[in-house]
C-alpha cells in the first residue's frame, strides 16, 4: 500500500514538470500554430538567471540570494519577458512565414539562449542548493517522500486550475480560447492578435520560470541542457494530448510521467537502463492508436 | 451618407487575380446583394472589406477612414462585421460564449444584455442550449449563431457570405426578417452575397452581378429581374 502510493507520488510529481512545460508549450501552439521549441532554454535561462556569472562547478547565487517570497516573482518576471522578448524581436516579424519557418527560428533562438548561457558560465554542469529545508521527508499516509515532490504536485495543480479559470472566467480568457480555435474569425469579431499573443507567451514564459524553480529544488543541479530534455518530453505530450489541447496537454504529460515511473518499477532490473526505449515504445503505440492525438481539439473536425 | 466605397481595388491570389478593379460604393441603410457564379470573387470582395486579404491595389473607405491593408480587428471597431464562407462557429466555446466574443468591442454593456436577450428570442433553439459547446449544434443551427454573433458586434455594417446555405426556408425568413428590421430600425447596412438571385428580388435593395473578378452589372434588384440582361450578363451569353 505504502509502496503503491510513493509510485502515485513519483508519477505525480515528475508527470506535473512535464505537464506545466507542456502546457506552456501548447498555449502558444494554440494561438499561432508555432512549437517553439527556444521554450526549454527558457527554462534554463531561468535557472541560471539565480546565479552570478561564473566557471566554477559551485554555483554562486545572486538573484538566488532573495528571500522565497521575492525570488519567485523575479524569477516567473524573467521567464515573461524573455519569451515576450522574443515574440517581439523575432516571432511577430515572422508572423506570415509558414510554421516550418517560425520553427526553425524557434530552434535559432534556443542555441542563441543556449550559447549565451554557455559563454557566461561555461558548460558545467553547477551544484545548486535552492531551499534545502523542502528535501526533508515527510510522512503521509505511511508513505515518506520529499516535502518538495508534494509541493511540485500542489504547485502544479494551483497552476492548472488558475490557468482554467482564467481562460473561462475572463474576457482575455475567452478570446485565447477562441483565438486557439479559428485566429482569423476571433480577429474579423475585434480580437486583437498581437495582444492575445503577447499575453500568450507572457503566461508560457512564467510557466517555463516555475519549472526551472521546481527542477533546481528537485535535482540541486544547474545545468545549460535542463531544459532540454523537459522540452522533449513536453514537446511529445503536447503531440499526444492532441496539439492544441490545453486539457490535453496537462493530461497527456502526467501520463508520460506516471508511465516514466511505472517502467523504472516494473522493468526488469537489467532493463532499467533502457527505460526510456520503453517509454517512447509506449508513445509510438499511442500515436498508431490516435494519430490526432488523445484529445484532439472539437476545431480540428470541422462539422458539414 | 457613403458608408463604404471601393475604388478599384484588386485582389491576387499569387499568380490569380480574383478581383479587378471593382469598384461600389454603399449608402447608410442600404441593402446590396453580390451574385455571380462560383469563382466569380464575390467572397473574396468580402474579405478585402474585412481585412482578411490585402488589396495589391486601390483603397477602401469605411466611414470615411481607409481600411485597405489595416488589420481586421482594427476594421471590425470601425463597425464592419462580417460572416464569412463555411460556419465558422468556435465549437469548443459554449453558444453563449460566441455570441460575446464580439461584444468586446462594445462599450454599451446595457445594450448588449438586450441584443442578447434578443437573439435568444430569435432564434429559441440558441436559448435552450446556450451552455453547450457550438460544436455540438447542428448545421443550420451553427449558421444561425453565426449570423447571430455577427449582429452583436453591433455593427453599422454587416456582411454576410451565404446566409441561406443550408438553412431550411422558414429560418431564412427569419433570418431575413431580422435583418431587415435591424436595418430600419438603427440603420444597419447589409451586404449579403447570394448565389441565386431569387432572395434578392423578393427583398429589394441593389444587386451587383460579378463575374471573372469583375463587377459587370449592378442595378435595383426588382428592375433587373424583369429584362434578361441578369442571365445574359450571368451566364456571359453573345460574349464569345
Redesign the interface.
Known sequence: MTALLQIIFDALSLGSIYALAALGIALIFGVMRLINFAHGDYIAFCVFAMLAPSTDAMAVMLLGNLPTVLLVPVILAIGAGLSVLSELLIYRRLRDANPATMMVASFALGFVINHFILMLYSSRPKSISLWPDLSLPVEILGARLPLLQLLAIIVTVAIVVALALFLKRT?FG??M??AA??F??????????NRVILLAFAISGMLAGAIGLLLVAQTGTADIGMGGSVMLVAFIATVIGGLGSLPGAVIAGILIGAISVLMQVILPLDARPFRDAFVYGAVIACLIWRPQGLFA???AK??? | MTLLALDNITVKYGQLTALRQASLSLEAGETVFITGPNGAGKSTLLKAIAGVVAPAAGTIRLAGENIARRRPEDIARLGFSMVPEGRHVFGNLSIEENLRLGTGIRSDKAQVRTDLAAMYEIFPALFERRHSPAGLLSGGQQQMLVVARALMAGPKLIAIDEPSLGLAPKIIDQVYETLLRLRDQRGLTLLIVEQSSARAMLTGGRMILLRSGEIILQGDARELAKGDALQKAYFGYGEH
Open positions: 474576457r475567452l478570446e480560447r477562441a480555435e479559428n482569423t474569425m476571433a480577429r474579423m469579431l475585434g480580437v486583437r492578435a481539439p472539437k476545431s470541422q462539422r458539414v
